[in-house]
């Protein structure tokens, strides 16, 4: 018996870390080639069992995951302040500020570069760090959240005025960037010429917030 098993050992096995032989078998288990080196037969020999994390192996067992594709392109256009805004979120972060920080959390938006960093205890708290940054960015920008269209639009925009009903106290505004004359009340901050309003269309700002949604008139 011991004339056989003597014959079955090689005469020179073959010397390598544990973690060369898993590179070298294909990213075997290492628990197999742990047992491959205990056996004779093997061939192998392992002179350190240190076992180490393995980058590729990790990227290969990543999944991609769906990308959303509605609020990319042309719908979220990055030529517009406030329509693509990227968030990070860092921590936990040690050692912790002296208000018991650990999370850092940062917004910035594609067109203006604005950056905005908030620090937090607790990851859950970016929710609210969000509405926050939506705040001081709408203020600084002269921005309003639409719900609806889950975007941002300007608060105000320059408009013309060409008339004025009585009546109903409402505005006839032409809008140059849209090309289109709509009906609204919500005009401010009319700079009047030396004729009448009525007699000389006139420059105004137009509250878009408030007038979304008002009647349109086609342009003359």
């Known amino acids: ?18 973690m060369g032989f898993y590179a070298r078998f294909g990213h ?9 080196g ?13 076992r180490r994390p393995c980058l590729v192996c990790a990227q290969g067992k990543q999944t991609r995951a769906r990308q959303q594709t509605k609020d990319n392109g042309a719908h979220a256009p990055i030529d517009k ?5 990227c ?8 050692p912790m500020d002296h208000l018991g920080n650990r999370y850092m959390v940062n917004f910035i938006d594609h067109k203006s570069n604005c950056c905005q960093v908030f620090l937090a205890k607790r990851k859950n708290e970016a929710a609210k760090m969000l509405q926050e940054f939506f705040v001081k960015f709408e203020k600084r920008f ?5 719900p609806g269209k889950r975007s941002m639009t300007q608060r105000a925009c320059e408009c013309v ?5 009585d009546p109903t106290k409402d505005y006839k505004v032409y809008l140059p960037s849209e090309r289109k004359v709509i009906t609204t009340r919500h ?12 007699e000389e269309p006139t420059t105004a700002q137009l509250l878009t917030a408030a007038a979304n949604g008002e009647k349109e008139e086609s342009a003359a």
């Open 81 to 85: 302040v406030g329509e693509v805004i």
């Open 187 to 198: 005009v401010q901050n009319i700079l009047v010429g030396e004729k009448t309003l009525n």
């Open 161 to 165: 005025t060409v008339g004025k009903d």
């Open 87 to 94: 968030s990070d979120l860092k921590g936990p972060m040690t």
């Open 142 to 146: 002269d921005l309003f959240s639409d």
């Open 28 to 36: 075997l288990a290492l628990d197999t080639v742990e047992r491959m």
């Open 38 to 50: 205990k056996d004779p037969a093997s061939g192998i020999e392992i002179t350190d069992r240190t």
């Open 1 to 18: 018996m011991s004339a056989v098993d003597a014959d079955a050992v090689p005469s020179a096995a073959v010397t390598d870390t544990l």
